[in-house]
């Protein structure tokens, strides 16, 4: 019943830049984290970064190896997140999944392929 619909991946040279986006519709609560998480061949999926509606109870988060390049975004009335990715290296290329987490939900959408040539 909920939808997750993302957008943005491709190819991109090193250094470049990419901004994915993801749409989640459906009966959504309106405490929730989003954010996005990556799966590159023979690797476990791993966080990105995430974004709470508010930070009462939670916090953004990044995973160390992108701090400093990636910047996470939401519009919470669309429940919309988004993912500016700039100085972008090799080690960047995976499947990158929308996830959404409310009450004990989790939800994935389907992947966008990022990947980062030489």
């Known amino acids: 019943q909920v939808q997750l619909v993302e957008s943005g991946g491709g190819l991109v040279q090193a250094g470049g830049s990419l901004n994915l986006s993801c749409s989640a519709s459906g009966r959504i609560f309106s405490i929730n984290i989003m954010g996005w998480y990556r799966q590159a061949p023979g690797q476990l999926r791993e966080l990105v970064a995430t974004?709470?509606?508010?930070?009462?109870?939670?916090?953004?988060i990044y995973a160390d190896s992108v701090k400093g390049r990636f910047t996470i975004s939401r519009n919470n009335s669309t429940n919309t997140v988004h993912l500016q990715m700039n100085n972008l290296k090799p080690e960047d290329t995976a499947v990158y999944y929308c996830?959404?987490?409310?009450?004990?939900?989790?939800?994935w959408g389907q992947g966008t392929q990022v990947t980062v040539s030489s």
């Open positions: 974004m709470p509606t508010d930070f009462g109870l939670h916090k953004t």
């Open positions: 996830n959404l987490q409310f009450l004990n939900f989790n939800l």
